[in-house]
């Protein structure tokens, strides 16, 4: 649960707005791949300024996201620096709209928020470099370290039909190209 805001002063106070450092974890935040850890904390501002429909929030957030290559399963981390432009929270959201839920109290929660933010800066398909060689196929070895302890190449039988082609063509290279292809 991340802490709510009290947002007192601002209720009612078009023109009113605020400042407000955020620092605090989030708890099941990620997909298969990619995940903000639950023990480090998301950092940020928000700049809350009062409207007549509410509170528009707007700003930035960081943090630390831990991602598995989807090539070669190795874990790292990665920063994430996302921009927040002019959220809106009312105390009346209308059932379609993408605005978030502000207690008519004076309590602003930026946990969806923050979820909505982050959420959409996590990869689907996390890679731990752009050209990693991924795993074996036969040995599971990590092809980035030269572990694979495969010596050759399962012979795939398209494969040797193009190489018995390719051979016959650099063995006619050498003749007259008028003579055609020889069998
Ligand atoms: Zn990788
Ligand atoms: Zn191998």
Redesign the pocket.
Known sequence: MMRTIDVRDLLGHPGASKTQALLDTIQGLGTELAAVPEDRPIAGELLLESVVEGILASGRLSGTMTLQCARCLREFSESFDVEVAGEMFTTAPGPDSDEYPLDPAGELDPEQLVRDAVGIELPFSPLCKPDCLGL?T??G?DLNLGE???TEPEPDPRWSELAALFEGIELDEGHDRSEGRTT
């Open positions: 074996c036969r040995c070895g694979c302890t495969c």
